[in-house]
């Protein structure tokens, strides 16, 4: 998505004539929402208002400590996996309303938030599905209460590889938001132009949460107040904030997260969904895979590339009729006289 400069900062009541697409969605961005220039408005705003719970999990036998934020005591767990450049916090708002009928674990992926690992620029689809995997089974152990994967955009791409990997034994669904192998792979050449043109650095986190939904990529200022920051490190030698990730770094990855996507999408013997932002085009595969009722397909209006955020309620509805519709409860699938078990 071409970003404006920070100096471009529209002031209140300018006419706002941008109009970008996501980096992995054709979608047309809707026009962003008016702002006021107010320390309070974008003030940030902490986790503890919607997840129960930050903990660190330390993998044994690594140098690897992830960063998970965790909601809700009685369901399934929804684990949920964010894109690139951003952080677990991604998912609060949505966390917020799912977490009384289902668990949320939002987990800082390596190399974003606050997880520390050996490599932090080794963003290799294997190393990230190999992170998550040893994550559940560090938090869990063997077998796990029932999981709902979901991973929005490169965390879709992880989240299928750990489904079909078929190395957590109490799977019971795969919810893909916004990413399509056909657009993320065209798309994949100009990501270095879209890196480069967003803005750089910012003088306060306010003012990196102002530009987030200014000239950035999300629309829900609530949510930029509570996922910006996370994002965020401060650069002592420029006295300002810059990106926690820096992904230009990571270039030699990019294809591997979404090459091959929709056939192992569809290869994951799980009930899937998969959201998209606006009407995206779906690929040949995904295309016969949907007419042959491989999974459900969802188009949510009215949204920027981070559904989970710009529009949180409608986002936690989904995930909550999805857990209904399939009957999956803390143990796996609650149905009278049937025992759904993993398939090896």
């Keep these: 998505m071409e970003a404006a400069p920070l100096s471009s900062l529209q002031e209140e009541g300018e006419p706002d004539e941008s109009s970008s697409s996501s980096a992995f969605s054709a979608a047309a961005v809707p026009p962003r929402p008016a702002t006021h220039h107010s320390l309070h408005k974008y003030a940030p705003t902490d986790w503890s208002a919607y997840f129960d719970e930050e903990r660190p999990v330390a993998i044994p036998d690594t140098e690897d400590v992830f960063n998970v934020y965790m909601a809700g005591s009685e369901g399934p767990v929804v684990f949920c ?53 040893a994550v559940i089974r560090t938090l869990y152990g063997d077998p796990p209460p029932a999981i709902i994967l979901v991973g929005h955009s490169m965390g879709g791409s992880v989240a299928v590889h750990v489904a079909a990997r078929r190395a957590i034994r109490n799977l019971h669904g795969l919810v893909v938001v916004d990413v399509v192998e056909g657009t993320a792979m065209a798309s994949l050449i100009h990501m270095q132009k879209i890196l480069l043109n967003r803005a750089q650095h910012f003088p306060s986190i306010e003012k990196a949460i102002e530009w987030s939904v200014k000239g950035g990529p999300l629309r829900n200022i609530d949510s930029a107040r509570i ?76 949204t920027g590339h981070a559904i989970q955020e710009d529009v949180p309620e409608e986002f936690a ?28």
Aim: aromatic content about 8%.
């Design 227 to 302: 996922s910006i920051p996370s994002t965020l490190k401060y650069d002592e030698s420029k006295e300002c904030y810059t990106y926690r990730t820096p992904l230009e770094k990571t270039e030699k990855y990019w294809k591997g997260w979404y090459e091959g996507l929709s056939d192992k999408f569809l290869s994951c013997p799980v009930q899937k969904i998969l959201l998209l932002a606006g009407t995206d085009r779906l690929d040949r595969a995904l295309t016969i895979g949907q007419m042959q009722g491989k999974f459900q397909m969802i188009v949510v209006r009215h």
């Design 81 to 133: 996996l964010h894109g690139g450049g951003y952080s677990g916090l991604s998912f609060a708002l949505a966390a917020n309303q799912i977490k009384g009928k289902a668990r949320v674990v939002a987990m800082d992926l390596r190399g974003h938030g606050k997880s520390s690992t050996s490599d932090d620029l080794d963003l290799s689809i294997e190393s990230l599905t190999n992170d998550v995997i």
């Design 317 to 344: 509805s989904h995930i909550l009729n999805f857990i209904s519709r399939n009957k999956i409860g803390p143990n796996g699938v609650e149905i009278p006289g049937l025992i759904k078990k993993w398939q090896h």
